[in-house]
């Protein structure tokens, strides 16, 4: 096996590599984002969102990403651990290490701590009715996937 063959089994890529420059791009995006919604702009595509604060489940580092969310009742927020439809996101696997070291930035406002819970069953059920009524779309992304999308509720602590 040659070594692009092992970086790219394990999951890395060599720079300049359509892999690398798509993670590139990806952050970038996301720090354009950020930025955004830091300062109070916080929808893109008609969606809300917010930046994701948790600790990395390998690195325990900070990490920081924005993702959509859909209002659950006065003050839970529900988000989707979509990943582009074929595997989870970095995100949910730190979500899923640390769910008691998240925190949520909402546009304009001061980091506030959440504590995560996957959706399972009939509570994920009727959070996905909310999600798909709100966003058709992520309904039709969800069909297209081979795999049941995440669904994280997010309550203040």
Not at 15 to 23: D, I, M, V
Not at 89 to 106: F, G, K
């Amino acid at each position: 096996m040659t070594p692009d063959q092992q970086a790219a089994k394990r999951g890395k890529r060599k720079p300049g590599t359509p892999g690398a420059l798509s993670r590139w791009m990806q952050r970038k995006a996301n720090a354009r984002t950020i930025r955004k919604v830091r300062g109070g702009r916080g929808t893109m595509m008609g969606m809300d969102l917010l930046i994701l604060n948790t600790v990395g489940h390998r690195s325990g580092q900070p990490r920081e990403t924005p993702v959509a969310w859909f209002a659950d009742g006065d003050d839970a927020r529900l988000i989707v651990a979509s990943g582009g439809g074929n595997q989870n996101p970095d995100w949910h696997a730190n979500l899923m290490a640390h769910p008691d070291q998240v925190t949520i930035e909402l546009p304009g406002r001061a980091a506030e701590p959440v504590t995560a819970q996957r959706l399972n069953g009939a509570q994920r059920e009727q959070a996905w009715s909310i999600i798909a009524a709100a966003q058709p779309r992520i309904a039709k992304y969800q069909s297209k996937s081979d795999r049941e999308y995440p669904v994280i509720r997010l309550t203040p602590r």
